[in-house]
């Protein structure tokens, strides 16, 4: 460990060596996978081994706990007031006799609990196994019907007594939390990957948005994150977990984060029958206006997919975590669907703009594309708007500045023009030092490429910058990503021009 100090003494850093950090890691999980044994064999002798299970997005921390016979759950989190609401919200659940996990043993600080074993059945695993493209088996369908039968009791749990004071980060889903929600949205996925916007204009549209929202009832027991990966399939039955960010919200969001779950791609046609399934199932129980309750419900499915791209820019591109970033298709895929339905988009037209924006970038195409052949990604950009970032793992990449070239763009004939158009090619074509900057380009580029191809790399990312992203950038983008296409038929080619005007 090297600890630095500044000039005056003050202390300034502390460095830890990687093999140090490691260490220090596998030090801290021996102790909290003993600390769980401990807690287990307090009740249960017999319990001998643990299992540290997959990580999924949260940092709560699960394992499996082994005895001759059974098996329990461990989970460990620091959060002490997240694990308090989660108790709260299950003792209520059980006593609803609502299907959730029961809990055996609460440790040291609230920060260590034991759990009963609902298995690793999941219903995204079931649909996952149980579908053939866009047909998915009746025996799923019959899965999300039981769920949705299941929804309105933990919903209504709202109306029957349940402590919201033990809400986490906040009581309800208010303005503040969709705020919280829209604002990650807009900084963790449109920043990151260049979509531009207006911000104060985006800001009025998100005020509006919520003010609508907020007009419909919004005193009911809300899961948050009420998707199929957080369903598990235990003896024939729907259980729930993961409910812990619950909160006092409106009916309409959970049953949008059911139905447009996004690796979850149900066919459009199954949502409507779900959503009509439910509302059947939720009239059992109070009276709704059902053209009224989806006048909103698009609006809540509206606002879950935006909060779920924020998740996946801020897993998938802050913190590289990539498999995040293949949910980014399904997401926007579900937005062209929505958009249509939506009835509310006169009132905010920069946030429908920026939507739109989404559905047509190129970056999709990036995300959805398989990582066993290399993929070559080509920008075009202005450095008055600065480098595009790096949307991949890989990190690195090469930056190519074309300022120190004949500038078409201070020409009024092809001040409207792109590098795309055949005056700006027969202009920029006419000088030596372009082909020898194409040539020098191409070659530098093509010997990554066939390093990586045989390395097994998964992407490369080549910048063209220039002045206003318009002309050469342009320009020598285009002729790069036709070389690639002609000479390398195995790698995939993507071309994004960060300048939204160019076609």
């Known amino acids: 460990m090297l600890i630095e100090f500044d000039r005056k003494g003050i202390f300034f850093a502390i460095i830890l060596k990687k093999n140090t950090f490691a260490k220090i890691f596998k030090t801290t999980m021996h102790t909290i996978e003993q600390k769980l044994l401990t807690l287990a064999q ?45 108790f709260t919200f299950t003792d209520f659940f059980l006593s609803q006799n609502i299907h959730v996990p029961k809990i055996i043993a ?6 260590y609990y034991l759990l009963e074993d609902l298995g690793d059945e999941t219903l995204f695993s079931f649909l996952t196994l149980h579908r053939d493209n866009e047909y998915i088996e009746e025996t799923v369908v019959a899965y999300y ?11 209504l749990s709202g109306k029957k007594g349940i402590d919201f004071t033990v809400c986490y980060p906040r009581c309800a889903f208010d303005k503040q939390s969709m705020l919280w929600d829209l ?7 449109l920043k990151l990957v260049n979509i531009p916007f207006d911000e104060q204009l985006l800001e009025n549209d998100f005020h509006c948005f919520i003010d609508f929202l907020l007009e419909t009832d919004n005193d009911y027991f809300m899961f948050r994150d009420f998707q199929s990966r957080n369903i598990m399939l235990h003896n024939d039955e729907p259980y729930f977990i993961d409910y812990q960010g619950g909160r006092k919200g409106a009916l309409q969001y959970d049953v949008a984060s059911l139905l447009y779950d996004g690796k979850a791609d149900l066919p459009p046609v199954l949502r409507e029958e779900l959503l009509h399934y439910y509302l059947e199932e939720l009239s059992i129980h109070i009276n709704i206006n059902k053209e009224d309750f989806c006048r909103y419900y698009y609006g809540y499915v509206l606002i879950r997919i935006l909060q779920a791209l924020g998740t996946y820019g801020f897993r998938g591109y802050y ?8 949910s980014i298709p399904f997401a926007v895929k579900n937005l062209k669907h929505l958009l249509p339905k939506f009835t509310f988009s006169d009132k905010i037209p920069t946030l429908i703009k920026v939507i739109q924006q989404i559905t047509e970038s190129g970056f999709v195409s990036l995300c959805s594309l398989p ?11 202005s450095y008055k708007k600065g480098i595009p970032q790096d949307l991949t793992v890989n990190g690195g990449g090469f930056v190519f500045d074309c300022r120190a070239l004949p500038n078409p763009g201070r020409l009024p004939e092809y001040k409207n023009a792109t590098g795309k158009d055949q005056c700006v090619i027969d202009y920029l074509e006419d000088f030596e030092e372009v082909k020898l900057f194409n040539n020098v380009t191409t070659q530098l580029v093509c010997q990554s490429v066939n390093n990586y191809i045989e390395r097994n790399f998964s992407h490369l990312m080549v910048n063209f910058g220039c002045t206003g992203g318009q002309h050469r950038s342009v320009y020598f983008a285009e002729k790069l990503a036709e070389y690639l296409k002609n000479n390398y038929p195995t790698v995939n080619v993507i071309t994004i021009h960060s300048n939204q005007k160019i076609g």
Do not use: W
């Open 145 to 155: 019907k039981k769920v949705l039968q299941q929804l309105p009791l933990l919903q």
């Open 183 to 189: 604002n990650y949205f807009k900084y963790y996925f």
């Open 319 to 326: 913190e590289k975590k990539s498999h995040f970033l293949l």
């Open 42 to 86: 307090e009740l249960n002798h017999n319990f001998c081994r643990i299992e540290k299970l997959q990580q999924s997005g949260s940092h709560r921390q699960y394992f499996r706990i082994f005895a001759a016979k059974n098996t329990i759950i461990g989970v460990y989190n620091q959060d002490i007031k997240e694990n308090n609401a989660f």
């Open 371 to 381: 990582e066993n052949k290399l993929t070559v990604t080509i920008y075009s950009f």
């Open 106 to 111: 609460i440790g040291e600080m609230q920060q």
